[in-house]
């Protein structure tokens, strides 16, 4: 069964250094999403991406933040500056066509930890 | 304000008990609903989810959840709890229209041998 995939499965990085998070969504899908959860918090939505633009993005999301699909298959996260606040474990996500379903299909997530 | 609540933290259930595991929304509209579970250190995983039709939609390893318009409620249920049912319950929405799932804080279903 298709899913998901996120690399890697936990980042370590020093405060204002940059990460960068990979993830490749399912091969036909063509919506994809970042999401986030702070240790013991709820899930919050970051982003949400599609035919090469952002189509919806949160409060979280600011100019710290950007997303790309560099290649056919691949969708990453970047945090230019990390903040210790950043630390959370990240959760891709896609889905396929069409607005009817809209299940979205998630990755086993990036732990990042800001020291 | 676009909201969902799982009013329980955690829920304690006997193994081959029922169990049910609550969830409001506030969302205008008719939103898409959803149940996600997530076991320890790993990633969400999709369980059921309403679109239109049927107030009771069954999902993955025998779960069920019962949409009531009314009262905007879509409660997760099990008829026989299993130890490995143990694990965090999300209840979600998305407000048709829109890209974003909205997350409820989760529920610690426990199930006791």
């Known amino acids: 069964e298709p899913e998901v995939t996120q690399t890697p499965s936990h980042q370590v990085t020093q405060m204002g250094q940059e990460v960068i998070l990979r993830c490749v969504p399912i091969?036909?899908?063509?919506?994809f999403y970042w999401y986030r959860q702070i240790l013991g918090q709820k899930v919050e939505f970051l982003v949400s991406?599609?035919?090469?633009?952002?189509?919806?993005k949160s409060e979280i999301f600011d100019d710290q933040f950007s997303v790309e699909r560099p290649d056919g298959s691949n969708f990453t996260l970047k945090i230019r500056s990390t903040k210790l606040e950043d630390s959370a474990m990240y959760f891709c996500?896609?889905?396929?066509?069409?607005?009817?379903?809209?299940?979205?299909?998630f990755g086993p997530g990036t732990r990042l930890t800001v020291l | 304000a676009q909201s969902v609540a799982q009013p329980e933290d955690q829920v304690n259930v006997a193994e081959g008990n029922p169990l049910t595991v609550k969830c409001t929304y506030s969302?205008?509209?008719?939103?898409?609903l959803f149940w996600y579970v997530q076991y320890p250190n790993r990633g969400l995983q999709f369980l059921l989810k309403?679109?239109?039709?049927?107030?009771l939609v069954k999902g993955s390893y025998g779960f069920e959840a019962e949409f009531n318009k009314s009262q905007t409620s879509f409660h997760l249920k099990k008829p026989s709890a299993l130890v490995s049912d143990s694990a965090l319950y999300f209840c979600?929405?998305?407000?048709?229209?829109?890209?974003?799932?909205?997350f409820g804080s989760g529920t610690r279903l426990s199930i006791r041998p």
């Open positions: 996500a896609s889905s396929g066509v069409g607005q009817r379903d809209n299940e979205q299909f």
């Open positions: 091969s036909n899908h063509l919506y």
């Open positions: 991406f599609y035919n090469n633009e952002i189509s919806e």
């Open positions: 969302v205008s509209g008719n939103p898409y």
């Open positions: 309403y679109i239109t039709g049927d107030n």
């Open positions: 979600a929405v998305i407000r048709r229209g829109a890209s974003k799932i909205i």
